[in-house]
């Protein structure tokens, strides 16, 4: 059998090309997530802390997600509900982090015990 060498190359290449290709999506990403978007459908799960402020101001997530709040100033702050009870992170120094579970359904604001001017809230969906 006389197999065609031009052919066989091209075919080769057009795999190789198909795979780098395919490692170029991000695996960082879990699957419904978009935290850097929050585009429509996607499940935004991180807050990030900085120039004084929550970014995003409002995220919306379904019960049972995990959101956690990254503090990317130099200046400590604190992820307090407004209720005073729901959850509180105490401080979170610059390059810290927060986390807490929603287990419930609710409007959940939230502010800083140390800024009060930062606020914020969680939309929580059954």
């Known amino acids: 059998m006389i197999v065609n060498g031009p052919r066989l190359l091209l075919g080769a290449l057009i795999i ?3 795979v780098a290709l395919a490692g170029c999506n991000s695996p960082t990403a879990t699957p ?3 935290s850097a978007t929050g585009s429509p459908g996607s499940v935004q799960n991180a807050v ?3 120039g004084h402020a929550y970014s995003p101001a409002t995220i ?3 019960v049972g997600t ?7 100033d130099t200046t400590v702050h604190t992820v307090t509900s ?3 009870k729901t959850f509180n992170s105490g401080n979170v120094a610059g390059g810290a982090t927060f986390s807490f579970t929603f287990t419930t359904a609710g409007t959940f604001a939230y502010h800083c015990n140390i800024h009060p001017s930062m606020t914020a809230q969680v939309i929580v969906a059954p």
Do not use: R
């Open 16 to 18: 190789a090309a198909s």
């Open 32 to 34: 419904g997530t978009n």
């Open 48 to 50: 990030i802390i900085s």
């Open 60 to 62: 919306a997530v379904p």
């Open 66 to 72: 995990k959101v956690t709040w990254t503090n990317q």
């Open 82 to 84: 407004d209720d005073g």
